[in-house]
C-alpha cells in the first residue's frame, strides 16, 4: 500500500434493516467514489450556510437567502 493513502472503514450490521438498505444502495457502485461525493456535497452545503449565517449578521437591508439542508431555496424580504 501507498505510504500517501489513508484508509477509513465503514461497518454495517447486516442484521440491521437500515444498514441492509444501506449495503443494497451500495452494491453495485465504487463506494470510494461514492463517499467522497458524498463528502463533497456536505462540504458544499455547509459552506452555504456558514456563508448564509455570515451575511444575515452584517446589517444590511436586502433580501436574506434561506437555505436549508433540503433542496429548496426562498427568499425572505424584511
Do not use: C, H, W
Not at 442484521?15 to 444501506?22: G, I
Amino acid at each position: 500500500m501507498s505510504k500517501n493513502k489513508v484508509i477509513k472503514s465503514v461497518s454495517f450490521n447486516v442484521t440491521n434493516e437500515v444498514d441492509r438498505r444501506y449495503l443494497e444502495r451500495i452494491e453495485n457502485v465504487n463506494f470510494s467514489g461514492y463517499v467522497k461525493r458524498l463528502i463533497e456535497k456536505d462540504m458544499r452545503q455547509r459552506k452555504v450556510i456558514k456563508a448564509e449565517a455570515k451575511s444575515t449578521q452584517d446589517g444590511n437591508n436586502m433580501p436574506e437567502l434561506v437555505i436549508t439542508r433540503g433542496t429548496s431555496l426562498s427568499l425572505i424580504s424584511e
